[in-house]
């Protein structure tokens, strides 16, 4: 069991609250057993009703998963303990996301990658006025997965395309507008809520009367040139389309994907493209986890975690250099199943 997760029990539900704030709750591998291991033993507990995830203290939710260990992996064991990371990971995921009882996640304040990841496959996730919600991982050579595939692409006027590529932060306001929330609390009410699901009462009518109309939705103002400019699934001609628009958010955007991998890019267009034809959640992950075992061990990952976390010079220099760099063959090989027993399973 993890110190690093806080597992109780409180009337009718079970609580699993990330209690590791000085890395802003990032899942390490033992969170994620921990996690996994009460989930498995409330699934059958007449007691347990309701599932609440949240945090137990400190300014967010959870910044996503143990990069530093990942990096690590990918430098000095060839990604085999990564890939363990991963494959448990997504098996949490997925879990979540086929849980016969209600999950409540409480996305309250930072929301990144892997916390998007135990938060987004609840049956309902929270947003508050402090909600930051991201998938930022196009920054360091990774890709938006723990599920990013499948919500991200089922997402209306291609705001998970545009999510994916530029690591766009969302506040709670706009994640409720992208249907990235179910409900919009304010952060002061979250103890009643938590109070409420507790003590018996069905979890989406007490939300509901506790939700507040969030504030105007910023991100609404730019869905027509988010839906024109990131229209296509060939990241050379969103490049194009942002080129030729001579618009202050254009060159805003365009700058900022001047700044990410361009292998991670063509990944996640590609990544997204394909989710749309997976049936399930667990296809979902089976290709996501093809795509981050081999992401893991190609230069762009380490040198993009050195570039914005270990040296914070933000100069990473990526391998392929530009888009044009980035062949088909290469994006196809990364996809390309990994043989008989290497596939991810559900638990």
């Known amino acids: 069991m993890s110190e690093d997760v806080i597992i109780r029990r409180e009337g009718q539900a079970g609580f699993l609250s990330l209690n590791r704030p000085s ?42 998963g143990d990069i530093a260990f990942l990096r690590n992996s990918a430098l000095n064991d060839g990604g085999a303990s990564g890939r363990q990371f991963f494959h448990d990971e997504y098996q949490l995921n997925h879990l979540i996301f086929t849980y016969p009882k209600p999950v409540v996640a409480f996305m309250d304040g930072i929301t990144m990658g892997g916390g998007v990841g135990i938060s987004q496959p609840a049956r309902f996730h929270v947003a508050t006025e402090n909600t930051r919600y991201a ?11 723990v599920g990013g595939g499948w919500y991200l692409s089922r997402l209306p006027g291609r705001i998970g ?29 979250l103890a009643e809520a938590k109070e409420r699901l507790a003590h018996g009462h069905d979890p989406a009518q007490a939300l509901a009367a506790l939700a507040v109309t969030p504030p105007e ?74 795509v981050a075992s081999r992401v893991l061990t190609l230069p762009d990952f380490a040198e993009g975690v050195r570039a914005v976390i270990v040296d914070k010079d933000n100069a990473p220099n990526w391998n392929p250099a530009t888009p044009e760099g980035v062949t088909a063959d290469l994006i196809d090989s990364i996809f390309a199943p990994l043989g008989e027993g290497n596939e991810w399973k559900p638990l």
């Not at 395309?161 to 304010?186: I, M, N, S, V």
């Open 135 to 145: 998938m930022p991982e196009t920054g360091i050579g990774l890709f938006p997965d």
């Open 217 to 290: 939705a910023r991100i609404e103002r730019n869905a027509a040139l988010i839906a024109r400019h990131f229209a296509s699934d060939r990241y050379e001609d969103i490049l194009a389309s942002l080129e030729a628009d001579d618009s202050e958010w254009a060159a805003k955007e365009l700058a900022t994907l001047r700044t990410k991998s361009p292998q991670t890019c063509k990944v996640a267009l590609r990544q997204l493209a394909d989710s749309l034809a997976c049936e399930t959640f667990a296809d979902n992950m089976v290709m996501e986890y093809r």
């Open 23 to 64: 890395a802003i709750h990032a899942l390490t591998l033992p969170m994620v057993h921990a996690m996994t291991a009460a989930l498995l033993e409330w699934r059958d507990d007449p007691a347990v009703s309701v599932v609440i995830i949240d945090h137990a203290e400190g300014r967010g939710f959870c910044s996503g």
């Open 161 to 189: 395309q545009f999510l994916a590529l530029t690591g766009a932060r969302l506040d709670g306001a706009e994640c409720k507008w992208a249907g990235l929330a179910t409900h919009y609390l304010p952060h002061d009410a």
